[in-house]
């Protein structure tokens, strides 16, 4: 399809393992979000990418989250040493920066469980 | 920095009748603002969007208007359907970069 996707849509792991969530943007979209969601919440910003430009990292939560963009497209959001607290749905989204509405365009989510 | 909230996180609506959902913003330089709806296991999706430079943006069966004076933004759903239950949040952003999502309104359709 053409929209964003985001891959593992569910993901169970132990407390203490590293886990890596990625997803797939909207061909030629060059702004890519990451945001948290967790159950009942609003959406928690976490990292932005654009272009070449240095991302904004001004929302991860501590130094054990980093995310990477990879020749301007796919996008992996690493989480190490997973505690409970990071038990949540990790939103991707897409936009093409420069065009009329800036919308932002979103994943269906991953799923992550921290036992 | 901007916050983002939202005057009421449940509302619920007889169906047919019209809903109204508010969310206030806290950065006066906020210049851009988007109304998403979410339903149960799914992302985001974009209702209607509006600028700065407007008060008003109308869609199908949708209306946004932008009220600068008191940072505030408000969602009308016209003849509210079934459908329509879902959580609705609003975006906010300054030149569309980083957007700031509000908690979230659920909205209900009573038959």
């Known amino acids: 399809g053409a929209g964003v996707s985001q891959s593992p849509s569910n993901k169970v792991t132990e407390k203490g393992k590293d886990v890596e969530l990625r997803c797939d943007p909207i061909?030629?979209?060059?702004?890519l979000y990451w945001y948290r969601q967790s159950l009942g919440q609003g959406l928690e910003f976490l990292i932005y990418?654009?272009?070449?430009?240095?991302?904004?990292k001004s929302g991860l939560p501590s130094d054990r989250f980093s995310a990477e963009r990879t020749g301007g497209s796919v996008s992996t959001l690493t989480i190490q040493r997973t505690q409970q607290e990071d038990s949540a749905v990790y939103l991707c989204?897409?936009?093409?920066?420069?065009?009329?509405?800036?919308?932002?365009?979103f994943g269906e989510g991953s799923r992550l469980t921290v036992l | 920095g901007e916050s983002v909230g939202l005057h009421l996180p449940t509302l619920s609506v007889q169906e047919g009748d019209n809903s109204i959902i508010n969310c206030a913003y806290s950065n006066s330089a906020s210049d851009y603002f988007i109304w998403y709806k979410q339903e149960s296991g799914k992302g985001p999706q974009f209702i209607i969007d509006i600028r700065s430079n407007m008060d008003k943006r109308q869609g199908q069966r949708v209306t946004v208007l932008l009220n600068k004076t008191v940072k505030h933004l408000s969602l009308q759903i016209a003849a509210t359907q079934p459908g329509d239950s879902a959580v609705y949040f609003c975006a906010v952003s300054n030149y569309g970069q980083n957007f700031v999502f509000g908690p979230g309104t659920r909205l209900s359709v009573l038959p």
């Open positions: 061909s030629g979209h060059t702004a």
């Open positions: 989204a897409s936009s093409q920066q420069g065009a009329n509405t800036g919308e932002l365009f």
């Open positions: 990418f654009q272009g070449n430009s240095a991302p904004d």
